[in-house]
């Protein structure tokens, strides 16, 4: 304790004072309300069909019974969707880190004109926004055969991370000493080599952002799940979850449990990998 | 030399080909998924395809025509721009007095900045559903503590939907934009606050003439980011207000959804799209500039 306090006078030249005890009073208020929905939403993901209809929404359940959860399993399907999730999430991410970190170094290390217009190309994407562009996207997955398959909604979400991506990307190979590779090369190492075995490895930080970043987009994403998957056995939990939200609006306790299905891994990722996340937004902030 | 330098760009020339292959598959991805869409739209925004017959009948700018007389999509456009422009405001001052009264020495700095950044881990389609149950479940109940007697169901009524959504919407991004400011914050050297201090600054000078003009990227990003972000709006609708009351919620995007999708005019609804298209771009780049003038100014 004491040294935390002494290390936040040191930082703004500020000691805790009547002042800064009412703004940690004030934080703590809007902190409880920030939290708030979130704690209903716990609190109905255990309740029952009763208790919902006859008690408070702000009274807590009489038991901690799991009923909810077992029943959003069961209507959601739950296993297969989330697996779905997981699985066009990690992939998609996977080959994202792979394809933007290696687009990136290459146009980071030739610096020939046809390099620097690639550059250019990538980043109009970040300012294109694939939302506008549902209509001409669900199209061209319809005519590829894309649309309500795995690889499809995969492609998809490579083709609309890749912009950020290669910026990351881009913006952190310069931490990445030349040198290196330059011996790797004189080794006779091809260019993949070199790359997997000398550059990757120091790419890590970088790669851990960006992994970060757009998994917690691909893994809320709603827009294009429910444009590419119709089929149910190829479902996200996002696209399920609005489905049970319009069709049973009566019996919202199974919802709320499937929201904290669906939130807990994301949250857990965060949690876990937050200086990471942090780091990737404050990046991100430096390209406007 | 001469040979040396000949085997040289060769080998180089070896490694570009090499690094071209490199660039080749993201490339290509790219194109497809993002480029080829953009002009597809720009080439169905001047046909009046249904999306299910073969050909595709070429009507000129007349979607265009029809957009500016269409009341619907100018109905859209308003709403769009009124929740943009409050969001706009109502975010970054919010985040960043919270990154303000976190950098501020309070403790448990973190546990805060965590409590705040959780709401927009959730997807927008899952805030929607919350706030819809918050407002007209939850919330009551303070009526009978308190005993007062506040309207919140927000979500009811043309006239508070606007505000049902802002509240939503920055329940949910607040934080993240909070993060970046604070991020912001404390990168400003103490030194400067310090020197301020000496010349006689009191606190609200010292924010106005160094942390504001410090802050100056920051500002940028989040003005940006929020900006072009609520004009995107759609998933926060569907599962909340669906565009209702009557119209009164309807997006742009989310109108373009229900007149190309189900109401199967492609090249209409296209039309929608490349106006947002047109618009997003504008703004951003109008926004990036003006801002950095100001950055380069200060």
């Known amino acids: 304790m004491i040294k935390r306090k002494n290390k936040s006078e040191d930082a703004t030249g500020q000691r805790y004072t009547k002042g800064t005890f009412a703004i940690q009073a004030v934080m703590t208020v809007i902190g409880i309300a920030f939290l708030l929905p979130i704690l209903i939403v716990f609190n109905y993901s255990f309740k029952t069909k009763r208790e919902l209809y006859l008690t408070s929404a702000l009274t807590l359940p009489s038991s901690l019974q799991m009923e909810n959860y077992r029943k959003a399993f069961d209507k959601l399907n739950l296993s297969t969707t989330f697996f779905n999730t997981l699985l066009y999430t990690a992939l998609s991410v996977a080959i994202l880190a792979i394809l933007c970190s290696i687009t990136a170094w ?46 499809g909604i995969i492609f998809m979400y490579v083709a609309t991370g890749i912009s950020f991506g290669v910026f990351l990307m881009t913006s952190f190979m310069s931490t990445v000493p030349l040198e290196l590779e330059e011996a790797a090369r004189i080794d006779g190492c091809s260019v993949f080599r070199t790359y997997f075995s000398v550059v990757l490895p120091l790419l890590r930080p970088a790669m851990a952002t960006l992994i970060i970043m757009q998994s917690f987009q691909i893994w809320n994403d709603y827009l294009l799940a429910s444009l590419y998957v119709s089929k149910k056995d190829l479902k996200t939990l996002t696209v399920v979850i609005q489905s049970l939200f319009s069709s049973q609006t009566s019996d919202y306790t199974t919802a709320m449990a499937a929201i904290v299905i669906s939130v807990l891994p994301i949250a857990i990722l965060f949690l876990s990998l937050q200086k990471y996340f942090i780091k990737g937004m404050t990046v991100g902030a430096v390209k406007g | 030399m001469g040979m040396e330098r000949k085997k040289k760009s060769g080998m180089d020339r070896k490694m570009e080909i090499q690094y071209l292959m490199i660039v080749i598959p993201g490339f290509i991805i790219f194109t497809i998924g993002l480029i080829i869409p953009t002009l597809m739209a720009f080439r169905y ?46 975010q970054n001052v919010c985040a960043l007095l919270l990154a303000i009264a976190l950098d501020s020495g309070i403790k448990m700095q973190k546990a805060y900045r965590t409590v705040f950044f959780i709401p927009c881990l959730i997807s927008s389609v899952i805030v929607g559903f919350i706030w819809l ?154 926004q990036v500039r003006s801002l950095k003038n100001r950055e380069v100014q200060q």
């Not at chain 1, 190309?121 to 997955?141: N, R, T, V």
């Not at chain 2, 009948?57 to 456009?77: K, R, T």
């Not at chain 2, 005993?147 to 919407?169: D, E, K, Q, R």
């Not at chain 2, 993060?179 to 106005?208: H, M, T, W």
Request: hydrophobic share 50%; aromatic share 14%; net charge positive.
């Open chain 2, 45 to 90: 925004s001047l046909t009046s395809w249904d999306g299910l017959t073969a050909e595709k009948p070429f009507v000129g700018i007349q979607n265009y025509i029809n957009l500016l007389h269409d009341s619907n999509f100018m109905q859209a456009w308003v709403f769009t721009f009124k929740f943009t422009i409050a969001n706009t405001i109502i």
């Open chain 1, 106 to 151: 290459a146009i980071a290390r030739c610096k020939t004109k046809f390099f620097k217009f690639c550059y250019i190309y990538f980043i109009i994407g970040i300012l294109i926004p694939y939302q506008a562009l549902f209509l001409p996207i669900y199209i061209i997955g319809y005519n590829f055969h894309l649309t309500n398959t795995r690889y």
């Open chain 2, 133 to 286: 149950k918050m407002f007209s479940n939850v919330l009551p109940e303070f009526n009978e503590i308190l005993g007062t007697n506040i309207n919140f169901l927000l979500f009811g009524s043309s006239s508070t939907v606007l505000s049902g959504l802002l509240i939503a919407n920055n329940w949910q991004w607040i934080g993240y934009w909070m993060l970046i400011y604070l991020a912001g914050l404390q990168s400003i050297p103490a030194e400067l606050y310090e020197a301020a201090k000496v010349d006689g600054a009191g606190a609200f000078s010292r924010f106005l003439h160094v942390t504001i003009p410090m802050l100056a990227p920051s500002i940028t990003i989040c003005v940006v980011g929020i900006t072009t972000g609520s004009l995107k709006v759609y998933d926060l609708l569907v599962s909340s207000t669906s565009g209702g009351p009557g119209r009164s919620s309807t997006s742009v995007i989310l109108h373009t959804y229900n007149t190309a999708i189900s109401g199967r005019q492609y090249g209409y609804g296209s039309a929608m799209s490349v106006s947002l298209v047109i618009v997003l771009l504008l703004v951003a780049l109008i």
